[in-house]
């Protein structure tokens, strides 16, 4: 993974001493909070609905044991015992007092770790495939490449007040797991017909109040064009991206009154400046980066203990089937904890959690660790011998649920349980449902099913996404939850379809019921999932069981 050189140290201390300065003004008066706003914003510190929250930046999702461990020293130390993962691959911290942001940045930058750019109209933390650097279906490793994007834009003086906040994500496999095509810029590498390496660039995605399916701008880019091209968009959107009113301020915005042909038009116009003056120093940074993401030294032993453990443990069998993927090394596995007990918040961990995960990276793990955009933490690289191991001190820390990729796994924004821009709580509806899928007792006979809720429309639950999404919104002093079904954010990304009206929060989980009841009606066979069956027979006879439609579903 990548470690800090003498300038991003020097860089990193600085912010913190000069923010400590801001805080002490702050607190003593000199500064006001409208003062003190953008100061604390460029440090990723925001005022939510009964504390400050601080976020913190995990870049593409990677980390490693000592930086779990300080995350757990943190949150002990400073916070209320536990920490909150994103889905932009971040963490945040809900409960920090003001007088102490500076020391917990300086334990931060103790581990070469920040919040820098995790808030404000800048180019935030740029995100990646969780199974970077593993996945057997890997191009290539998107790390590299977004460490040099990460390089490039922190602290870059004309992207530091753009019109909005701006958001990069980077996938390195043929199936989508970063989600790209919802971002401002996404970024697939792919082989051309000639086998080199490049990228796939799309712009104008998001989410939010005006969901938008990011178009492809390029179909193929040269690895060498990546800096200038993606600057280059940067700089049209600096441009063209409207400033009168932040909710058209996104660059989906701009692509959408302008036309795709028209921005790509001014992108290659800037682009054919940009590229002569890109000298090569970009490429060298590049081929210096990717020496640290090298593979780890795997080990050479027999899967034969893990073998026999399956056929012996049911409850390890359960947890394979669900929790590990495929490893381009045949001899590991990827192994994904869920951080989404049944009844639990989802993306919670507590600090022993936090320690336990670490414990596991370095002992089992070559010491790394992904966190997800899906809420989750990841141990890329444990070799299936370890496995069993691995399942037990997982179950000894509740952190063994087999459900990743069910109908529990939910993804969640903080809600009204933290959030001030939040209409209505998401938190205790995710726990709900998931709660009823351990009763209902068929979560594997689902199977892959991606439930999303969102608290208010700036979709920080990715609901626009989700094969049945949920939006929760006030109506008149009364919590109000949208359903929308068929979102997807992989490579066949799409946006959800709103069934109708509303549900109140104690009909949502007997919506949900009907939903996957049907699903389990009209499916053809076993194997076609939920999001299949929905493309195949269309929105109708789901639309028919949630409303309690007189038409009958047999006969769609």
Same mark, same amino acid.
């Given at each position: 993974m990548y470690r800090y050189n003498i300038f991003d140290r020097a860089f990193v201390r600085s912010r913190v001493a000069q923010f400590r300065q801001q805080v002490e003004r702050r607190i003593d008066g000199s500064l006001t909070e409208e003062e003190f706003k953008p100061l604390r914003l460029m440090n990723g510190l925001y005022l939510q609905l009964h504390a400050y929250m601080l976020r913190v930046a995990i870049p593409y999702g990677t980390l490693d044991g000592r930086q779990m461990r300080q995350l757990a020293h943190i949150a002990e130390r400073w916070d209320k015992g536990y920490g909150h993962f994103t889905t932009r691959q971040n963490v945040q911290f809900n409960w920090p007092r003001l007088k102490d942001v500076p020391d917990i940045l300086e334990a931060l930058a103790d581990v070469e770790m920040h919040a820098i750019q995790t808030s404000g109209n800048c180019v935030r933390n740029v995100t990646a495939d969780h199974f970077a650097g593993a996945a057997a279906d890997e191009v290539a490793d998107p790390r590299p490449t977004a460490e040099l994007l990460r390089q490039w834009s922190t602290d870059h003086p004309e992207f530091a007040f753009l019109p909005r906040?701006?958001?990069?994500?980077?996938?390195?496999?043929?199936?989508?797991?970063a989600v790209t095509r919802a971002h401002d810029i996404g970024i697939r590498i792919v082989p051309n017909a000639a086998g080199e390496i490049g990228y796939e660039i799309s712009v104008g995605g998001g989410l939010g109040r005006t969901p938008v399916i990011g178009s492809v701008i390029r179909d193929f880019l040269p690895e060498a064009d990546l800096l200038p091209y993606v600057e280059s968009i940067l700089q049209v959107y600096n441009a063209i991206g409207r400033r009168d009113n932040k909710f058209k301020a996104r660059i989906k915005i701009a692509v959408r009154e302008h036309g795709i042909e028209a921005v790509r038009d001014r992108v290659e116009e800037r682009f054919r400046i940009q590229r002569t003056a890109f000298l090569g120093a970009d490429r060298e940074i590049l081929e210096d980066i990717r020496a640290m993401f090298a593979p780890p030294a795997y080990v050479?032993?027999?899967?034969?203990?893990?073998?026999?453990?399956?056929?012996?443990?049911?409850?390890?069998?359960?947890?394979?089937?669900?929790?590990? $993927?495929? *490893?381009?090394?045949?001899d590991y596995a990827i192994v994904t904890i869920s951080l989404k007990a049944h009844g639990a918040t989802p993306g919670d961990a507590s600090a022993n959690q936090m320690r336990v995960i670490a414990d596991m990276a370095e002992r089992y793990g070559h010491d790394e660790i992904r966190i997800s955009h899906e809420q989750n933490c990841v141990l890329p690289h444990v070799h299936r011998r370890d496995v069993p191991a691995v399942h037990a001190a997982l179950r000894e820390a509740d952190l063994a649920t087999a459900n990743v990729g069910l109908a529990s796994d939910i993804i969640a924004c903080p809600g009204m349980d933290y959030c001030n821009l939040a209409t209505a709580r998401s938190i205790p509806i995710a726990q709900t449902i998931a709660t009823r899928m351990k009763e209902r007792g068929d979560e594997r006979l689902v199977g892959d099913l991606k439930i999303k809720i969102s608290g208010c429309v700036n979709a920080c639950g $990715?609901? *626009?996404?989700?094969?049945?999404?949920?939006?929760?919104?006030?109506?008149?002093?009364?919590?109000?939850?949208?359903?929308?079904l068929g979102g997807d954010g992989t490579e066949t990304a799409a946006l959800g379809e709103r069934t109708g009206r509303g549900f109140t929060a104690d009909d949502v989980v007997p919506a949900v019921d009907r939903l996957i009841d049907t699903y389990l009606e009209l499916r053809s066979d076993e194997r076609e999932t939920f999001l299949a069956t929905y493309r195949r027979i269309g929105m109708q006879p789901f639309k028919a069981a949630l409303y309690r439609d007189a038409v009958a579903i047999g006969g769609h």
């Open positions: 906040k701006f958001k990069i994500a980077v996938s390195g496999s043929r199936v989508d797991r050479q032993a027999s899967t034969e203990p893990f073998d026999a453990a399956l056929k012996r443990d049911p409850v390890l069998r359960s947890f394979a089937d669900t929790n590990l $993927h495929p *490893h381009r090394n045949p $990715h609901h *626009h996404v989700g094969h049945i999404g949920i939006l929760g919104l006030d109506r008149a002093g009364v919590e109000n939850y949208q359903i929308t």
